[in-house]
């Protein structure tokens, strides 16, 4: 079936990498979570979901995956034509189609234990994943294979507010690198999974995030010079001093433990 540039669809077909998709839904990358007070279901860990939530699911090729650790998956389409095709492919099996966009669709009527998976569109990668870290009904798992770019910056120590956003409400690690050719059409760039379990609550408030949406305002400036319209500059130098934070740090180069500090700070 050709896929429809508008909405990016490129199908995946290789089954190895599928498989691990779907592995890393039931168990995660075991060996960088660290359970705390904070992390979700501490009580659960025990428990193995039995249902996935696929998000667009196209042709069925990780669905199929799934089917091999769930029994049951709710797969969210789009795409209409892909919607009314898929349940075909997987007779006798546990599968609701859901002909909607994922941006829409109501995770709670979801009762039960479940994690969410897929490989989802570039050009809806962020209010994806602001969504489904935001839940009342929290996912044990999210597994998501985007861009490899945007994957490797929602780890890394150069942060961006989506990686800061990503690191208040999930423990997030990288999976495999999917290269482009794996993919039909190939896209222009190269994709990675992600892997994130969500807290059972976000790691700041909603007021710092407030403050960093202000020292984003210009990413590329210098910080202290972003934040010059809330306190005189005397007062920035010396709350970022105490910090920790350089005069010569821009919005990327502060952690989310130190914005946290320096609203505390700010606000005192």
Same mark, same amino acid.
């Given at each position: 079936?050709?896929?429809?540039?508008?909405?990016?669809?490129?199908?995946?077909?290789?089954?190895?990498?599928?498989?691990?998709?779907?592995?890393?839904?039931?168990?995660?990358?075991?060996?960088?979570?660290?359970?705390?007070?904070?992390?979700?279901?501490? *009580?659960?860990?025990?428990?193995? /979901?039995?249902?996935?939530?696929?998000?667009?699911?196209?042709?069925?090729?990780?669905?199929?995956? #799934?089917?091999?650790?769930?029994?049951?998956?709710?797969?969210?389409?789009?795409?209409?034509?892909?919607?009314?095709?898929? /349940?075909?492919?997987?007779?006798?099996?546990? #599968?609701?189609?859901?002909? *909607?966009?994922?941006?829409?669709?109501?995770?709670?009527?979801?009762?039960?234990?479940?994690?969410?998976?897929?490989?989802?569109?570039?050009?809806?990668?962020?209010?994806?994943?602001?969504?489904?870290?935001?839940?009342?009904?929290?996912?044990?798992?999210?597994?998501?294979?985007?861009?490899?770019?945007?994957?490797?910056?929602?780890?890394?120590?150069?942060?961006?507010?989506?990686?800061?956003?990503?690191?208040?409400?999930?423990?997030?690690?990288?999976?495999?690198?999917?290269?482009?050719?794996?993919?039909? /059409?190939? /896209?222009?760039?190269?994709?990675?999974?992600?892997?994130?379990?969500?807290?059972?609550?976000?790691?700041?408030?909603?007021?710092?995030?407030? =403050?960093?949406?202000?020292?984003?305002?210009?990413?590329?400036?210098? #910080?202290?010079?972003?934040?010059?319209?809330?306190?005189?500059?005397?007062?920035?130098?010396?709350?970022?001093?105490?910090?920790?934070?350089?005069?010569?740090?821009?919005?990327?180069?502060?952690?989310?433990?130190?914005?946290?500090? =320096?609203?505390?700070?700010?606000?005192?």
């Amino acid at each position: 079936m050709k896929n429809k540039k508008e909405l990016g669809q490129n199908w995946l077909n290789n089954r190895i990498i599928l498989d691990e998709i779907a592995r890393l839904a039931v168990e995660g990358q075991r060996e960088n979570v660290v359970m705390d007070d904070q992390s979700y279901g501490a *009580e659960e860990t025990s428990e193995v /979901p039995q249902l996935c939530v696929e998000i667009g699911p196209g042709l069925g090729y990780l669905t199929s995956s #799934l089917f091999k650790r769930f029994k049951r998956v709710v797969a969210v389409e789009f795409d209409g034509d892909l919607a009314r095709k898929l /349940p075909g492919s997987f007779p006798g099996k546990d #599968l609701v189609v859901v002909n *909607e966009d994922i941006l829409r669709f109501d995770f709670e009527s979801i009762t039960e234990s479940y994690v969410i998976a897929g490989n989802i569109p570039y050009y809806i990668t962020s209010p994806i994943i602001k969504k489904v870290l935001t839940l009342k009904h929290r996912p044990r798992r999210i597994v998501l294979l985007v861009q490899k770019e945007v994957a490797e910056r929602i780890v890394d120590n150069k942060e961006t507010m989506l990686s800061l956003f990503v690191k208040n409400y999930a423990k997030a690690s990288l999976g495999p690198i999917v290269k482009r050719e794996e993919f039909t /059409p190939p /896209p222009k760039v190269d994709s990675r999974v992600v892997v994130m379990e969500p807290y059972g609550s976000p790691t700041v408030d909603d007021k710092v995030f407030d =403050l960093i949406r202000i020292g984003f305002g210009m990413p590329r400036k210098k #910080l202290v010079r972003n934040l010059a319209e809330l306190r005189p500059k005397e007062k920035l130098i010396e709350t970022m001093t105490e910090c920790g934070i350089s005069l010569d740090a821009r919005p990327g180069d502060v952690r989310l433990e130190q914005w946290e500090e =320096l609203y505390k700070l700010l606000n005192r």
